[in-house]
């Protein structure tokens, strides 16, 4: 029964924490995406659009290349 717990938990580092580098590769796409298209905003709803296609882009580009790959 030991091992059957082993071997369905997630692994962790020495430190005890788990590894998560999407998290950091999003944040990065997010803030860029940000900057550009506040910078593009000509209004105050253009800017607010603008904040809302930076959070949700990463979801359409990933939909479109699964779209694209027939997956």
Known sequence: MANEKECCEPKRSSSGAYHATGGAFYGMGFLGSLVYFIQQA?????????????IFW??????KVLGILGL
């Open 58 to 63: 990463p979801a359409v580009i990933i939909h």
């Open 42 to 54: 000509d209004s105050f709803g253009a800017g607010l659009m603008g904040v809302l296609k930076a």
